[in-house]
């Protein structure tokens, strides 16, 4: 995460089919948890509190005012 430019990865999620606007953007943050609770003080929701993925780090899913979906990642 220290790097510039960009990276992904393809995975499977329970609850969404591949295709259509299936395309989920996570953004690089210092602690996923606190970004998250700011989504929801400025009126979005969460979808899925901070998680572990392992060596990876933390996720945690939230949803914007307008509904649309995005991911939170971390390493602490």
């Known amino acids: 995460m220290d790097k510039t ?3 992904g990865a393809l995975i499977k999620m ?5 295709g259509g606007n299936s ?7 210092a602690d996923c948890s606190v970004e998250a609770a700011r989504v ?12 572990s993925i392992g060596q990876y780090g933390f996720i945690a899913l939230v949803y ?3 509904g649309n979906m995005f991911g939170l990642h971390s390493m602490q």
């Open 5 to 7: 430019g960009t990276s």
């Open 14 to 18: 329970e609850g969404f089919s591949s």
């Open 23 to 29: 395309t989920l953007v996570y953004f690089g943050c």
């Open 40 to 51: 929801v003080q400025f009126g979005g929701r969460i979808q899925r509190e901070k998680t």
């Open 64 to 66: 914007d005012t307008e």
